[in-house]
Antibody, heavy 120, light 111 residues
């Protein structure tokens, strides 16, 4: 069974940093591109960042470019999102999702999400 | 960075059909057959229902179907059931500027 388990969320002050992790199991982690997708409370989905299987290709949404860094460790089956210079508008549930060009840019598996709250 | 456009709400009675539209531009929906649809129940993670415009993943009922015409993609739910009541989001691969765009979401109510 495919499983994605996010962790690392919490309360952080504006301007602060946080690192999210997504531990994967049940599939060949190194064979899939991955993304982070977030959802502000009561709002819609927003794609945040994507990383290819070997991290050769990395993409960011405009709202996080220059502040967030996506990475992966294929030896640990783990995806990361380093978030710096956090703002109130970054408050959201952050999901890791499996998929990329090989899945037609669709996400066929999602984690349960981790809540990030940016507030003083 | 503009999201794809979806109606905020849609509704139908059990057994009826409902169609949800997702409008983009010639740089995203109109340019690529990489439109996906997701179902999200309250407090749950999204679930993939349709990929690449009209492909149904294993386990998704054939009551769910997708299509596209020009810059607008559509999700049709036939034979509505109570458990179909949820939020539905479309997404599309975009140009190199964005990578992926989501729609604002449509709340489907089964009357």
């Amino acid at each position: 069974e495919v499983q994605l388990l996010e962790s690392g969320g919490g309360l952080v002050q504006p301007g602060g940093s946080l690192r999210l992790s997504c531990a994967a199991s049940g599939f060949s982690f190194r064979s899939y591109a991955l993304s982070w997708v977030r959802q502000a409370p009561g709002k819609g989905l927003e794609w945040v960042s994507a990383i290819s299987t070997t991290a050769d290709y990395i993409f960011y949404g405009d709202s996080v470019k220059g502040r967030f860094t996506i990475s992966r460790d294929n030896s640990k089956n783990t995806l990361y999102l380093q978030m710096n210079s956090l703002r109130a508008e970054d408050t959201a549930v952050y999901y890791c999702a499996r998929g990329g060009v090989a899945t037609g840019y669709s996400f066929d598996s999602w984690g349960q999400g981790t809540l990030v709250t940016v507030s003083s | 960075q503009s999201a794809l456009t979806q109606p905020p709400s849609a509704s139908g009675s059990p057994g009826q059909s409902v169609t949800i539209a997702c409008t983009g531009t010639s740089s995203d929906v109109g340019a690529y057959n990489y439109v996906s649809w997701y179902q999200q129940h309250p407090g749950k993670a999204p679930k993939l229902m349709i990929s690449e415009v009209n492909k149904r993943p294993s386990g998704v009922p054939d009551r769910f179907s997708g299509s596209k015409s020009g810059n607008t993609a559509s999700l049709t739910v036939s034979g509505l059931q109570a458990e179909d009541e949820a939020d539905y989001f479309c997404s599309s691969f975009a140009s190199n500027t964005y990578y992926l765009l989501f729609g604002g979401g449509t709340k489907l109510t089964v009357l």
